[in-house]
């Protein structure tokens, strides 16, 4: 794999990890997507493997 693929790569997943675990969402009440998921969890069934 090339370097640039690499970086790249990990650029995203900064850019994932910020946008679901600390940045609040207007639409979800100021809330990250994570904290909204946590919240609604209970109402998610289990899903099989």
């Known amino acids: 794999m090339s370097e640039s693929l690499q970086i ?3 650029l ?3 850019w994932q990890d910020f946008y ?3 940045l ?7 809330k990250t997507p994570f ?3 946590k ?6 069934p289990i899903q099989p493997k």
């Open 8 to 10: 790249l790569r990990k």
């Open 12 to 14: 995203n997943q900064s």
């Open 20 to 22: 679901n675990n600390k």
């Open 24 to 30: 609040p969402h207007y639409s979800l009440e100021g």
């Open 35 to 37: 904290q909204k998921l």
């Open 39 to 44: 919240t609604l969890e209970k109402y998610i």
